[in-house]
């Protein structure tokens, strides 16, 4: 399909992304509805996350150096089908053991479909300088738009029907996209001659500036996946609101990312690389005043807040990896997701029996901590790498 300016490519990537963003994001309402049914506590119920995000950083592993090498929009296409069939699937899981296996095929899946898309849009417009950041950009916007909008549809399907119309929901929504990419985008070639692991991230771990990037992504990972899960059922448990409202009220966070990251680039123009610190604090600042809020008022400020600390650390992380090795950005990129989704599924593992023994305010209080570190040695390495000349320009969310 004829698409000289690249619209159609930024426009079906974007809502592929919207709808495994959204995938992940709509199951923090779903915690309590599904303990409930299985007749297990939270922290059990939480396994279904884990073994979602585990195989979606494992796996990504794989797919960035195949994805170099057969060609992103042949992996993307593959990838999109397998995640759309298993999500469905997970609509009819009779326990909790078969929910986490059929959620943990999907996320090996999926694995493929956020940093794949992110490394084929910068390849798509690689001899385009000047256009990269806001292709990144505009997909990034409509990724995180997913996730605005995630917690509000996983709430108001799990309330008005059940929380296995949410997983049928979502499985044929990727389903539908999946049968348009195959007719959208390019098959073209890989970027590297033959493939390997060994070469791919022998060359990836030879980078030191790559390594310290992404390794903050952990930290990232850990504090945002790896509490965000457990916000559903502390809105719930505070206020007492059905599922629906308190999906509305995690739409916050969502928002927040969506808003937020248009405004990073000028801030990030004004502050430099120290935009990361004071955006490392405010987060943490907002989620350690989580867990002893008790207005819906305060809790949507405290999610806001949140929002907007990642928002300005992340993508920033992001473009910086994507520009320290062009010529492998499916490498890249799948070390960015293994580190973001390793670490929040660790961190939901972890702060799943940190619930059970200290409660919600440790859990919120964790993750503050985490996001400040992040924040905090980010700009360093950030403003170390700028010192020899490595752009660290954010992508450009415009409307």
Same mark, same amino acid.
């Given at each position: 399909?004829? /698409?000289?300016?690249?619209?159609?490519?930024?426009?079906?990537?974007?809502?592929?992304?919207?709808?495994?963003?959204?995938?992940?994001?709509?199951?923090?309402?779903?915690?309590?509805?599904?303990?409930?049914?299985?007749?297990? %506590?939270?922290?059990?119920?939480?396994?279904?996350? &884990?073994?979602?995000?585990?195989?979606?950083?494992?796996?990504?592993?794989?797919?960035?150096?195949?994805?170099?090498?057969?060609?992103?929009?042949?992996?993307?296409?593959?990838?999109?089908?397998?995640?759309?069939?298993?999500?469905?699937?997970?609509?009819?899981?009779?326990?909790?053991?078969?929910?986490?296996?059929?959620?943990?095929?999907?996320?090996?899946?999926?694995?493929?479909?956020?940093?794949?898309?992110?490394?084929?849009?910068? /390849?798509?417009?690689?001899?385009?300088?000047?256009?990269?950041?806001?292709?990144?950009?505009?997909?990034?916007?409509?990724?995180?738009?997913?996730?605005?909008?995630? +917690?509000?549809?996983?709430?108001?399907?799990?309330?008005?029907?059940?929380?296995?119309?949410?997983?049928? *929901?979502?499985?044929?929504?990727?389903?539908? &996209?999946?049968?348009?990419?195959?007719? +959208?985008?390019?098959?073209?070639?890989?970027?590297?001659?033959?493939? $390997?692991?060994? /070469?791919?991230?022998?060359?990836? *771990?030879?980078?030191?500036?790559?390594?310290?990037?992404? $390794?903050?992504?952990?930290?990232?990972?850990?504090?945002?996946?790896?509490? *965000?899960?457990?916000?559903?059922?502390?809105?719930?448990? +505070?206020?007492?609101?059905?599922?629906?409202?308190?999906?509305?009220?995690? &739409?916050?966070?969502?928002?927040?990312?969506?808003?937020?990251?248009?405004?990073?680039?000028?801030?990030?123009?004004?502050?430099?690389?120290?935009?990361?610190?004071?955006?490392?604090?405010?987060?943490?600042?907002?989620?350690?005043?989580?867990?002893?809020?008790?207005?819906?008022?305060?809790?949507?400020?405290?999610?806001?807040?949140?929002?907007?600390?990642?928002?300005?650390?992340?993508?920033?992380?992001?473009?910086?990896?994507?520009?320290?090795?062009?010529?492998?950005?499916?490498?890249?990129?799948?070390?960015?997701?293994?580190?973001?989704?390793?670490?929040?599924?660790?961190?939901?593992?972890? %702060?799943?029996?940190?619930?059970?023994?200290?409660? *919600?305010?440790? @859990?919120?209080?964790?993750?503050?901590?985490?996001?400040?570190?992040?924040?905090?040695?980010? $700009?360093?390495?950030?403003?170390?790498? $700028?010192?020899?000349? @490595?752009?660290?320009?954010?992508?450009?969310?415009?409307?």
């Amino acid at each position: 399909m004829k /698409d000289p300016d690249g619209r159609k490519v930024i426009l079906i990537l974007g809502i592929m992304t919207f709808w495994c963003n959204g995938e992940n994001y709509a199951a923090a309402p779903l915690l309590v509805e599904i303990a409930r049914e299985f007749h297990v %506590n939270i922290s059990q119920a939480a396994l279904s996350v &884990t073994s979602y995000m585990l195989p979606f950083g494992l796996f990504t592993i794989i797919f960035g150096p195949l994805a170099d090498r057969y060609g992103k929009a042949r992996v993307i296409n593959f990838a999109a089908f397998g995640s759309a069939i298993f999500c469905a699937l997970a609509a009819t899981a009779p326990g909790l053991l078969s929910l986490c296996v059929l959620r943990a095929v999907n996320g090996a899946f999926a694995a493929a479909i956020l940093p794949v898309t992110m490394s084929l849009v910068g /390849d798509r417009f690689s001899r385009e300088p000047g256009k990269v950041q806001h292709a990144l950009g505009k997909v990034f916007g409509i990724m995180f738009l997913g996730g605005a909008c995630a +917690t509000a549809i996983g709430g108001a399907l799990s309330y008005f029907g059940s929380w296995r119309l949410v997983y049928l *929901f979502y499985g044929l929504a990727e389903l539908v &996209t999946a049968l348009v990419m195959l007719k +959208t985008l390019d098959k073209s070639p890989g970027t590297v001659a033959r493939f $390997s692991l060994r /070469d791919a991230y022998r060359e990836a *771990f030879a980078n030191a500036d790559l390594v310290k990037t992404v $390794s903050i992504v952990f930290l990232v990972g850990g504090s945002v996946f790896g509490s *965000f899960a457990y916000a559903g059922q502390f809105v719930q448990a +505070t206020t007492g609101y059905n599922l629906f409202e308190v999906g509305l009220i995690l &739409t916050f966070f969502g928002l927040a990312t969506v808003v937020g990251g248009r405004k990073t680039a000028r801030l990030r123009q004004k502050l430099g690389n120290r935009l990361l610190l004071y955006a490392g604090i405010f987060g943490a600042l907002s989620w350690a005043l989580m867990g002893v809020s008790h207005s819906p008022i305060f809790i949507s400020l405290s999610l806001t807040g949140f929002g907007l600390g990642f928002i300005m650390i992340h993508p920033s992380l992001v473009a910086t990896a994507q520009q320290l090795m062009p010529g492998r950005r499916g490498t890249v990129m799948s070390l960015v997701s293994f580190n973001l989704f390793v670490g929040g599924g660790l961190g939901t593992l972890v %702060n799943g029996k940190i619930l059970d023994n200290w409660g *919600f305010g440790a @859990v919120f209080l964790l993750a503050a901590v985490l996001l400040l570190l992040a924040g905090f040695i980010g $700009s360093i390495v950030l403003q170390r790498q $700028s010192g020899r000349s @490595v752009s660290t320009a954010l992508p450009v969310i415009e409307s």
